[in-house]
């Protein structure tokens, strides 16, 4: 059952991400400096590796999500709504804003990408309570 709920969560992490950066594609690639053609899309196009790539990477975020609330005896709705939206908010999107900061993005690229993780981890937090 835990494969089960873990599995569950990163599609949901998965889906969410298709629609977060699906309404803000085009903030998104400005701040990120990514080259586009005249349509607008990136240049050299996304191979269907990097998403199966993505879903593997959030079944190991997820996972660890998983471990973490068994080992605190996070269980109810609200209890892993609230422990996704602080790891999202307080262990990823740091990360992010470091790697960015370094990294001399745009702070707006932080707060997309936080954004989505703090939003992709309370999902992801809230079906792994449904199980």
């Not at 605190?72 to 900061?101: D, K, Q, R, Y």
């Not at 997309?112 to 199980?131: K, Q, R, S």
Request: aromatic fraction near 12%.
């Amino acid at each position: 059952m835990e494969f089960l709920s873990v599995f569950a969560a990163a599609a949901t992490a998965f889906v969410l991400g298709a629609v977060y950066y699906g309404a803000l594609a085009k903030p998104w690639v400005k701040a990120s400096g990514i080259e586009c053609d005249e349509t607008g899309k990136p240049k050299g196009g996304q191979s269907p590796a990097i998403f199966a790539m993505a879903f593997v990477l959030q079944l190991i975020v997820v996972g660890m999500m998983r471990h973490v609330f068994t080992l605190s005896g996070i269980e109810t709705l609200m209890a892993g709504l609230v422990g996704g939206a602080g790891i999202g908010l307080f262990f990823i999107s740091p990360w992010i804003a470091l790697n960015n900061m370094y990294g001399m993005r745009p702070v707006k690229l932080t707060l997309i990408d936080g954004g989505y993780a703090t939003v992709a981890c309370a999902a992801a937090g809230l079906v792994m309570a449904l199980f």
